[in-house]
Antibody, heavy 117, light 107 residues
Framework: QVHLQESGPGLVKPSETLSLTCSVS?????????WGWIRQSPGQGLEWIGS???????YLNPSFQSRVSLAVDTSRNQISLRLTSLTAADTAKYYC??????????WGQGILVTVSS | EIVMTQSPATLSASPGERVTLSCRAS??????LAWYQQKPGQPPRLLIY???SRATGIPARFSGSGSGTAFTLTISSLQSEDVAIYYC?????????FGPGTKVEIK
């Protein structure tokens, strides 16, 4: 069973950049799969952020325009998310997901990120 | 982008009752649809993919159907542990999009 664990800051100031990491266990990222991020604002629904293939092909949600980037670190077996120019609207629980760019049966427990000064 | 809508927003039913949740898409596709169940404090869990295929370990009382713009998730006999929010999600086109969810409660 693939295990995903998100990590990063729980509090970020407006206009700053968010960097999150997803550590993958029980599976080698270099073996395949798409790895992605989904977020959920407090009391709200789900929003797909983007997905990245282990070789680097990336699909991103246009609603984030150029603010978001994803990366794969096969040496550490980790996925990363970078989101710039944060506002209060980016306050959400961020989930790491796998194994495809289509639907997801592996989810991390999520990390709550609050954007506030 | 494809907009997903779900109805009803909240559904209340008795244990053992058959419940039907609706999901509609703003444009047509064949079966590129998934359903998720989310209980409080937990990440979503995949129930159904390809509109009607149950994910591993999902009880047989959960079934999915539909194509085009109208899809349905049916719980044949509602159990207390089924209290949750249910989301549909399309993967026919980018960006992947979710419906707003249907909250299922027990009477």
């Amino acid at each position: 069973q693939v295990h995903l664990q998100e990590s990063g800051p729980g509090l970020v100031k407006p206009s700053e950049t968010l960097s999150l990491t997803c550590s993958v266990s029980n599976y080698s990222i270099s073996s395949g799969y798409y790895w992605g991020w989904i977020r959920q604002s407090p009391g709200q629904g789900l929003e797909w952020i983007g997905s990245i293939y282990h070789r680097g092909t990336t699909y991103l949600n246009p609603s984030f325009q150029s603010r978001v980037s994803l990366a794969v670190d096969t040496s550490r077996n980790q996925i990363s998310l970078r989101l710039t120019s944060l506002t209060a609207a980016d306050t959400a629980k961020y989930y790491c997901v796998a194994p495809s760019g289509s639907y997801w049966n592996y989810w991390g427990q999520g990390i709550l990120v609050t954007v506030s000064s | 982008e494809i907009v997903m809508t779900q109805s009803p927003a909240t559904l209340s039913a008795s244990p053992g009752e058959r419940v039907t949740l609706s999901c509609r898409a703003s444009q047509s596709f064949r079966s590129n649809l998934a359903w998720y169940q989310q209980k409080p404090g937990q990440p979503p869990r995949l129930l159904i993919y390809a509109a009607s295929s149950r994910a591993t370990g999902i009880p047989a009382r959960f079934s999915g159907s539909g194509s085009g713009t109208a899809f349905t998730l049916t719980i044949s006999s509602l159990q207390s542990e089924d209290v949750a929010i249910y989301y549909c999600q399309q993967y026919y086109d980018w960006p992947r999009t979710f419906g707003p969810g249907t909250k299922v409660e027990i009477k």
